[in-house]
């Protein structure tokens, strides 16, 4: 009874969940767009968090939780309309407060590595949290993927969820309130659009970004070697053995990073005589998307052959990192109890390129007051059969 009034307490039903509806909350093959909503679980601090989920006229599903803005799941048919979750993910919140790296998560105030975790703005030196290699990585160790965000659903054929939080002035060491706001909206061509949003009051630097871990074949069948990858990127960006950009631009050509047209992620994988995939252990870098301006572009394809998935990303961002999930070991306990191990997932961070505040020659991520911050990237699912 107990489960039943907080559900109907909490279930915000936007004309999908009639009051019968709201008796079963299992999944139905009927086909209505809308977002439920339930509790998700207690935090230590005594707060709470929620799961919604975001439902489209096809029937694909976007779980998210306002617990770090995290994709808990995402559902997309295969080649014969079977839905599956192509994310990797965690079966509680406690799991995700525990030990999460950053499955699904929103990464900022600054997505990516800032080189020993310091930099310079209008002659100020800042110090930031250092959590990696001595580096500063996805915004400390308390980062956005960690705090409890606001969470406004908006009704429609294309559900949205609006998430928003403000981060403080010397949060993690950076300067000025930062307040963000990103949308996760589920549209009816089975695309996940996440636009990002953010205001300041003191000059700052900001790369918002979200670290989904994609597995295509639906449900991490087996590792992603076999997904083929097309990257929009004619140059990427070397790093060193601490994966700082070394500041140059390399073309991608004659290369294991060349991905302009489809390429088998595992093929060039493991080409251990070249010392980018070395400091990477496999892919783990940024790639500058070909074409200029804020207009969303095609940033990457991936297929996965045997389900025929295809996720196609769009962003107005100007760099997306591939990251082939080259430290997941197996102890990191997955979905159902489910161990993923090294390179069962990949990331397509679309972002700013790494090190930006310490980078004068790459495209700046500083922010003004009175200017405002605007990025928008679509995941976009859709089958192919051969
Ligand atoms: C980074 C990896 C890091 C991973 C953490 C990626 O964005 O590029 O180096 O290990 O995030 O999950």
């Known amino acids: 009874m107990k489960g039943l009034t907080q559900f109907l307490s909490l279930a915000l039903v936007t004309g999908v969940l009639t009051m019968n509806s709201c008796t079963s909350k299992k999944e139905t093959t009927e086909q209505k767009s809308g977002i439920e909503k339930a509790s998700y679980g207690q935090l230590a601090d005594g707060q709470t968090a ?17 617990y770090g803005g995290i994709l808990v799941g995402l559902t997309a048919p295969d080649k014969d309309g079977k839905f599956e979750d192509v994310t990797l993910g965690q079966d509680s919140l406690s799991a995700y407060v525990k030990n999460n790296p950053y499955f699904g998560a929103l990464i900022g105030r600054y997505g990516n590595r800032i080189a020993k975790g310091k930099f310079t703005l209008d002659g100020k030196t800042y110090s930031l949290v250092t959590n990696n290699m001595g580096n500063h990585l996805h915004g400390g160790t308390v980062g956005f993927d960690k705090v409890l965000w606001t969470a406004t659903p908006i009704e429609g054929d294309e559900p949205a969820l609006k998430l928003t939080y403000t981060a403080k002035d010397g ?14 909206t589920l549209q ?23 670290h989904t871990y994609f597995n295509l074949t639906g449900g991490a069948k087996r590792d992603i070697l076999d997904h083929v990858l097309t990257l929009n990127a004619d140059r990427f960006i070397p790093v060193d053995k601490t994966l700082i950009p070394t500041g140059k631009l390399q073309p991608v050509a004659n290369t294991p990073f060349d991905f302009t047209k489809p390429t088998v992620i595992g093929a060039r994988i493991n080409d251990s005589t070249d010392t980018q995939i070395k400091y990477g252990g ?88 009175g200017q405002t911050y605007k990025t928008t990237t679509v995941y976009q699912f859709s089958t192919r059969k051969e």
């Open 171 to 184: 949060e993690e060491g950076y300067p000025g309130n930062l307040s963000v706001t990103v949308t996760y």
């Open 188 to 210: 009816k061509d089975n695309a996940l659009k996440i636009d990002y949003q953010a205001t300041t009051d003191k000059p700052t630097v900001v790369n918002l970004t979200n």
């Open 50 to 66: 929620d799961l919604y989920t975001l439902r489209n006229a096809s029937g694909m599903t976007a779980k998210i939780t306002n």
């Open 282 to 369: 496999g892919y783990d870098h940024g790639w500058v998307l070909n074409g200029s301006g804020d207009s969303l572009k095609l940033a990457a394809t991936v297929y996965e052959p045997t389900s025929g998935r295809v996720m196609e990303v769009r962003t107005t961002e100007p760099a997306i990192q591939f990251y082939t999930g080259n430290f997941l070991d197996g102890s990191v306990m997955g979905r159902e109890g489910f161990a993923y191990k090294k390179r069962y997932a990949l990331c397509l961070e679309t972002e700013h390129y790494p090190d930006s505040p310490n980078q004068p020659s790459f495209p700046t991520t500083v922010l003004r007051p």
